[in-house]
């Protein structure tokens, strides 16, 4: 069987040794959701996704319930609506902390669901529902919204879309809540990372405007722009005001159906000679963010897993990292503004290297405005946006085969806003490193991938003052797949996979002799087989370990935690900075992590 995740992630399974062996995915994951049935009287199962708490003053929040509601049959019709209203009865109109909640339970037999969360256009969360069971399930996401403040403070359109169907097979509704937390200043209290971000850029930490980059209302979809294939361009105009000193394109994006295990997709050539029907273009994407034409940046997007993806079993209770709160990812443009301060309309494109349908993109533009002056002035210094550089080696014979792929790109783009600051130059620079190994073995049954993502930025800001102050992320994303496909009797067939995902994260930030660090290690490991038979799985299991590990200053913390069919085996969480950090091969993650220990 060729390329076994994408076999499993679309519509057919292309089979090799006879028709009998050709499923429907939709019926597969209907009936892993349903398998094993617990006992009526089981109390809902609660899914989460392993992540730092959100570090919030001691005060009292104000809270509000913006929406609640049941998504029903709801695909192909307009998103839900809400009115949102800033609170007013807080004792205090300055808030340190926001947070919106998404808290949802869901009975029977679904799918996954890609939702959004948008507020006048802005979206403000990109999600993907957990699949439930016949007792029951909850979940919920609290995101750290702080950074659109400015927006929060005016009366706006909360819109929700989330795509589901029901019918007689697929039963699950899901109920959902979401709510704002506004937390009041408490004095000196600002976490760590955004002490990062001010440091870096000498500004407050948020922005005076948000302008949406989505799709305009009315839809019977989602606000984002759906990339179709690797032609395809998404335009989106926008005027931004002529005293805007600063701005920072934060891009949100997902990928579905042919798309969705995009970093296993083979490459055309096998398919050709091999004459299958998948989903090819090989295993490199690339998200490329163009303004008026010329590229400003690119994204070089996390592997995302969503929660019925590659084996479902593996993702219940823990689900797969992002999977609940998708990242999303800022491109400084303020070297462009001298391009853009005129006071007319210009257009942001987004289009995605080698895309099959399909991917959902928009972006939300933050602006830092000049409240001492009415116009700012600018001018780009230097740009240069260095061409893909790819490379493609590949050994097959028949069904079996190696294929290595290492692509690369740089971004550096230069320039400087006279502002009532002064003159100030910005310089921002993105570097990134692919490379993809993937081998085909046993005729096509196994699958294996080993794959790796450099995402680097650095923003460098030079004062009147001479004063350099600077902010550098360096993020990796490692990915190992294993799939192996196993022909059983009485026509049944064996399906072992093994997961391992990485989000990896280094900042800091620097202004003349101050210095600021953190450092996030999200690992992940994930192993399980299942038996089907006549669409219908007969037995399987899926275990996880997850070990997350994040260092900021003086705030810390560490979860070791690992899963096995519903139950949780171990749970070990502290929040002490300890000095001498603990190696993760000390929890046994180096034992099933595939990289080494160079990345651990």
């Given at each position: 069987m060729a390329s076994l995740l994408n076999l499993l992630l679309f519509l057919l399974l292309q089979p090799l040794f006879s028709t009998a062996n050709i499923y429907n995915l939709n019926q597969l994951r209907s009936d892993l959701i349903s398998n094993p049935t617990p006992p009526n009287d089981t109390p809902p199962t609660l899914y989460f996704e392993v992540t730092k708490p959100i570090p919030v003053p001691k005060t009292k929040p104000c809270s509000q319930l913006i929406l609640q509601h049941d998504f029903a049959y709801t695909y192909g019709k307009p998103p839900v609506f809400a009115n949102y209203t800033p609170p007013s009865d807080c004792p205090s109109q300055n808030f340190s902390k926001i947070v919106l909640e998404w808290r949802a339970t869901s009975k029977g037999r679904q799918f996954d669901r890609i939702f959004g969360v948008w507020l006048s256009g802005v979206e403000l969360l990109r999600s993907c529902t957990a699949e439930p069971r016949p007792n029951g399930i909850v979940w919920s996401v609290e995101k750290d919204i702080t950074r659109y403040y400015s927006l929060l403070q005016k009366n706006q359109t909360l819109a929700v879309y989330l795509g589901n169907l029901i019918d007689k097979t697929y039963t699950g509704v899901y109920h959902v809540n979401i709510s704002l937390h506004f937390y009041p200043a408490e004095e000196n209290l600002i976490d760590h990372d955004q002490k990062l971000g001010t440091l870096a850029s000498g500004n407050h930490s948020w922005a005076d405007l948000i302008l949406p980059i989505s799709r305009n209302l009315p839809l019977n979809d989602g606000l984002w722009f759906e990339i179709e294939n690797s032609t395809d361009t998404k335009l989106k105009e926008f005027e931004i005001p002529q005293n805007a000193y600063r701005a920072v394109l934060e891009v949100y994006v997902s990928f579905h159906e042919n798309d969705e295990s995009w970093y296993a997709n083979p490459t055309n050539e096998y398919i050709a000679a091999n004459n299958l029907s998948l989903?090819?273009?090989?295993?490199?994407?690339?998200?490329?963010?163009?303004?008026?034409?010329?590229?400003?940046?690119?994204?070089?997007?996390?592997?995302?897993?969503?929660?019925?993806?590659?084996?479902?079993?593996?993702?219940r209770p823990i689900t797969a990292i992002g999977s609940y709160n998708l990242p999303s990812y800022d491109i400084e443009i303020t070297p462009f503004l001298g391009n853009i301060l005129d006071g007319k309309s210009h257009k942001i494109g987004f289009n995605v290297t080698n895309a099959l349908n399909v991917w959902y993109i928009d972006a939300n533009l933050h602006i830092w405005l000049d409240k001492q002056s009415k116009r700012t002035e600018g001018q780009l210094v230097k740009h240069t946006s260095s061409p893909l550089v790819v490379s493609l080696v590949s050994d097959f014979k028949g069904l079996n085969g190696t294929f290595i792929t290492t692509t690369s790109r740089s971004v550096s783009s230069t320039g400087w806003v006279q502002s009532s600051n002064g003159n100030v130059t910005n310089q921002s620079v993105q570097k990134f490193y692919y490379s993809n190994t993937m081998v085909m073995g046993s005729n096509g049954n196994v699958q294996i991938v080993n794959q790796n993502i450099h995402f680097n930025d650095t923003v460098r800001i030079k004062l009147p003052s001479s004063?350099?102050?600077?902010?550098?992320?360096?993020?990796?994303?490692?990915?190992?797949?294993?799939?192996?496909?196993?022909?059983?009797?009485?026509?049944?067939?064996?399906?072992?996979?093994?997961?391992?995902?990485?989000?990896?994260?280094?900042?800091?930030?620097?202004?003349g002799s101050q210095f600021l660090k953190s450092s996030l290690k999200n690992l992940q490991n994930a192993e399980g087989n299942m038996v089907v038979k006549d669409h219908l799985v007969v037995s399987g299991v899926g275990n996880t370990q997850q070990v997350y590990r994040y260092h900021g200053g003086r705030s810390?913390?560490?979860?070791?935690?690992?899963?096995?069919n519903y139950t949780i085996l171990y749970d070990k969480v502290e929040n002490t900075c300890n000095n001498k950090a603990k190696s993760d091969r000390d929890f046994g993650l180096s034992r099933l992590w595939p990289f080494g220990a160079g990345i651990i």
């Open positions: 989903p090819g273009n090989g295993p490199f994407r690339e998200v490329v963010v163009s303004i008026d034409g010329q590229v400003v940046g690119a994204v070089w997007p996390f592997t995302v897993i969503f929660t019925g993806g590659v084996n479902p079993l593996l993702w004063i350099v102050q600077s902010l550098t992320s360096h993020k990796t994303f490692p990915l190992y797949l294993y799939t192996d496909y196993l022909e059983q009797k009485n026509n049944s067939y064996l399906l072992v996979t093994n997961v391992s995902l990485g989000f990896i994260e280094k900042k800091t930030a620097s202004a810390c913390y560490f979860k070791n935690i690992s899963s096995s």
